[in-house]
């Protein structure tokens, strides 16, 4: 029961307005896919449309699920209007402010056709439906037809930028875009072609006085004094959106005076370059003014920390870092009060930095139509393996014989791995860094790292043995083994790009390798990579270790013998098969 306190203060910390504004947003587009659905019965008939209405009115005005969805729709529109205000530089992506304006038109869209059939049934008992909507859009007024077409477009367009950016650095996102892609395209079009159809229906339907009796009654529809009130109530709320956008946007110009005012402070890139801005910019958003690459994977958003920044000098004098920005530091593993979130960092004086990582460039020479993969947030295994003794070997040696025996051992490493569906990403002396999962499931993915491990093992007998005669002892190895979450890209500078990952879970697995030393064994595999790939509790034994930079224990299984891991694994898919 203690934990439960410590658990719900993470939790705060780990929240965010752009949470909040996400969660919201889902609840928001969960209505709008099923009102879409509901048109798109239109294709069938009219009353398939009726038909599904009651079910779509039926859920979303069940009493918690009404409050649930206002309550998702005034903050969401809230948190949009204050990111108007809040937001700075507006050249991120131009799909970002793209986003911003379509949010913003939605309120303004939507006011009349919401008024109309809530606060008509509200107030006068307006039973409004299909019928009465499409006899209005088709017969009386076709300009409005236009108007919710515009809003269907820019809704579903809105809430698609939405759900891109929450998915697109899932591990899953890159094999389910096809579908979503799929899905994007075909709702909405089935939904105006509902529309469509169903109003052709009703625009024949109503050449008949019985149906026009039947169907447009003043209970349905109201009277006119009735719609006059309620297109005043529309246009009073129209206005006073328009006022509170104008206020937004004055406040924004007293900010930025009064930030001019205030004088302005300089930023120390730590490479020569300086620039100087107003105060209450954060490092990043300064970055993007003056037009200096700074990394950013997520775009501001405090989803990363690719771009961390190491201050200069007295760091005492910089505002507390806020809970979003402590809880990603606390992420990573970072315990240094020098080390900053550069988007999150808002210095209100004169601050000198260096990057910690650096911004993704196009080589000097290479084409500006290739663009630099951008980072990427997936589900990797991890296997980092080192030769052993290779010290001692460098002494008793040559220096190219040395070079040619470790470029053998990394041979034999790199086969292994391929072999097994894996990917060499590092080479480091005489180690190196394989990445499992680039193009596999979580679980395919630790299957191969394992089965890996048992194929590096068999290359080095057979390179022992082959090197028989030069060798005063067998070559030996570590390997370390550990998935996560982790940060795929390009990193380097100009010619030096690499594609590699970083995180967590690549560090914990170079830890594991060097343990092997101390644990007599060949291979260190975390418990998460042995439950993943599906190894019964007994299969290897089991003890908990302490790893760097870590506050509690980590379980891991010990492997002796490498080679066992082969018949484990199979004899295991044999199981679950």
């Given at each position: 029961?203690?934990?439960?306190?410590?658990?719900?203060?993470?939790?705060?910390?780990?929240?965010?307005?752009?949470?909040?504004?996400?969660?919201?947003?889902?609840?928001?587009?969960?209505?709008?896919?099923?009102?879409?659905?509901?048109?798109?019965?239109?294709?069938?008939?009219?009353?398939?449309?009726?038909?599904?209405?009651?079910?779509?009115?039926?859920?979303?005005?069940?009493?918690?699920?009404?409050?649930?969805?206002?309550?998702?729709?005034?903050?969401?529109?809230?948190?949009?209007?204050?990111?108007?205000?809040?937001?700075?530089?507006?050249?991120?992506?131009?799909?970002?402010?793209?986003?911003?304006?379509?949010?913003?038109?939605?309120?303004?869209?939507?006011?009349?056709?919401?008024?109309?059939?809530?606060?008509?049934?509200?107030?006068?008992?307006?039973?409004?439906?299909?019928?009465?909507?499409?006899?209005?859009?088709?017969?009386?007024?076709?300009?409005?037809?236009?108007?919710?077409?515009?809003?269907?477009?820019?809704?579903?367009?809105?809430?698609?930028?939405?759900?891109?950016?929450?998915?697109?650095?899932?591990?899953?996102?890159?094999?389910?875009?096809?579908?979503?892609?799929?899905?994007?395209?075909?709702?909405?079009?089935?939904?105006?072609?509902?529309?469509?159809?169903?109003?052709?229906?009703?625009?024949?339907?109503?050449?008949?006085?019985?149906?026009?009796?039947?169907n447009y009654t003043r209970q349905q529809v109201g009277?006119?004094?009735?719609?006059?009130?309620?297109?005043?109530?529309?246009?009073?709320?129209?206005?006073?959106?328009?006022?509170?956008?104008?206020?937004?946007?004055?406040?924004?110009?007293?900010?930025?005076?009064?930030?001019?005012?205030?004088?302005?402070?300089?930023?120390?890139?730590?490479?020569?370059?300086?620039?100087?801005?107003?105060?209450?910019?954060?490092?990043?958003?300064?970055?993007?003014?003056?037009?200096?690459?700074h990394a950013s994977v997520c775009g501001g958003r405090?989803?990363?920390?690719?771009?961390?920044?190491?201050?200069?000098?007295?760091?005492?004098?910089?505002?507390?870092?806020?809970?979003?920005?402590?809880?990603?530091?606390?992420?990573?593993?970072?315990?240094?009060?020098?080390?900053?979130?550069?988007?999150?960092?808002?210095?209100?004086?004169?601050?000198?930095?260096?990057?910690?990582?650096?911004?993704?460039?196009?080589?000097?020479?290479?084409?500006?139509?290739?663009?630099?993969?951008?980072?990427?947030?997936?589900?990797?295994?991890?296997?980092?393996?080192?030769?052993?003794?290779?010290?001692?070997?460098?002494?008793?040696?040559?220096?190219?014989?040395?070079?040619?025996?470790?470029?053998?051992?990394?041979?034999?490493?790199?086969?292994?791995?391929?072999?097994?569906?894996?990917?060499?990403?590092?080479?480091?002396?005489?180690?190196?860094?394989?990445?499992?999962?680039?193009?596999?499931?979580?679980?395919?993915?630790?299957?191969?790292?394992?089965?890996?491990?048992?194929?590096?093992?068999?290359?080095?007998?057979?390179?022992?043995?082959?090197?028989?005669?030069?060798?005063?002892?067998?070559?030996?190895?570590?390997?370390?083994?550990?998935?996560?979450?982790?940060?795929?890209?390009?990193?380097?500078?100009?010619?030096?790009?690499?594609?590699?990952?970083?995180?967590?879970?690549?560090?914990?697995?170079?830890?594991?390798?060097?343990?092997?030393?101390?644990?007599?064994?060949?291979?260190?595999?975390?418990?998460?990579?042995?439950?993943?790939?599906?190894?019964?509790?007994?299969?290897?034994?089991?003890?908990?270790?302490?790893?760097?930079?870590?506050?509690?224990?980590?379980?891991?299984?010990?492997?002796?013998?490498?080679?066992?891991?082969?018949?484990?694994?199979?004899?295991?898919?044999?199981?679950?098969?």
């Amino acid at each position: 029961m203690a934990t439960a306190p410590a658990h719900m203060t993470e939790l705060v910390r780990a929240t965010s307005a752009r949470q909040v504004r996400l969660v919201c947003g889902i609840i928001l587009f969960a209505y709008v896919v099923s009102h879409f659905l509901n048109h798109a019965l239109g294709n069938i008939s009219v009353d398939a449309m009726e038909a599904g209405v009651y079910y779509h009115v039926l859920f979303w005005q069940f009493l918690p699920v009404t409050i649930v969805f206002y309550a998702a729709a005034l903050i969401h529109a809230g948190l949009g209007v204050f990111a108007l205000y809040q937001r700075r530089e507006f050249r991120w992506k131009t799909v970002e402010p793209l986003q911003l304006v379509l949010g913003l038109s939605i309120p303004l869209l939507v006011m009349a056709h919401v008024i109309g059939i809530r606060l008509g049934l509200t107030l006068y008992g307006h039973e409004k439906l299909y019928p009465q909507e499409l006899y209005l859009f088709f017969v009386l007024a076709p300009a409005r037809l236009w108007q919710m077409t515009i809003l269907l477009v820019v809704a579903w367009v809105h809430g698609c930028i939405g759900i891109y950016f929450w998915l697109r650095m899932k591990t899953f996102f890159a094999r389910a875009a096809p579908y979503l892609l799929a899905a994007a395209v075909l709702i909405p079009t089935l939904a105006m072609l509902g529309i469509y159809q169903g109003g052709r229906s009703v625009a024949a339907d109503s050449d008949d006085a019985d149906w026009r009796k039947t169907n447009y009654t003043r209970q349905q529809v109201g009277t006119v004094a009735e719609n006059k009130v309620l297109d005043r109530i529309s246009g009073g709320l129209v206005m006073g959106y328009f006022g509170l956008l104008g206020v937004v946007l004055l406040a924004r110009g007293v900010r930025a005076l009064r930030e001019r005012r205030g004088g302005t402070i300089a930023l120390s890139y730590g490479n020569g370059k300086t620039v100087r801005v107003p105060k209450g910019l954060s490092v990043l958003e300064a970055s993007l003014r003056h037009n200096v690459p700074h990394a950013s994977v997520c775009g501001g958003r405090a989803r990363c920390s690719t771009c961390r920044i190491r201050i200069i000098g007295d760091h005492a004098v910089l505002p507390e870092p806020s809970q979003r920005e402590a809880f990603v530091l606390t992420r990573v593993g970072t315990a240094d009060p020098s080390i900053r979130l550069a988007c999150q960092l808002r210095p209100t004086s004169d601050l000198s930095f260096f990057q910690l990582f650096t911004p993704q460039t196009l080589s000097a020479n290479a084409s500006g139509s290739t663009p630099a993969r951008i980072g990427q947030e997936r589900y990797l295994v991890s296997l980092f393996v080192d030769m052993r003794g290779s010290t001692q070997l460098a002494e008793k040696r040559l220096p190219f014989d040395t070079v040619f025996i470790v470029n053998r051992f990394l041979g034999a490493v790199s086969q292994a791995v391929i072999e097994n569906g894996g990917q060499p990403n590092q080479f480091v002396g005489d180690g190196m860094l394989a990445l499992f999962g680039l193009s596999a499931d979580p679980q395919t993915a630790c299957r191969q790292a394992l089965k890996a491990a048992a194929g590096i093992a068999t290359h080095i007998d057979e390179l022992n043995e082959l090197l028989s005669h030069d060798l005063r002892q067998p070559i030996r190895f570590g390997i370390g083994i550990h998935g996560g979450e982790v940060i795929i890209g390009d990193i380097g500078y100009r010619d030096h790009i690499v594609f590699t990952a970083l995180g967590d879970a690549v560090n914990v697995a170079a830890r594991l390798q060097d343990m092997t030393k101390s644990l007599a064994c060949e291979a260190v595999v975390s418990e998460e990579v042995g439950r993943t790939a599906g190894l019964a509790d007994d299969a290897l034994p089991q003890q908990e270790v302490a790893i760097r930079g870590r506050d509690e224990p980590m379980a891991v299984r010990v492997v002796a013998d490498a080679r066992e891991l082969t018949a484990l694994v199979d004899g295991n898919a044999r199981v679950a098969a």
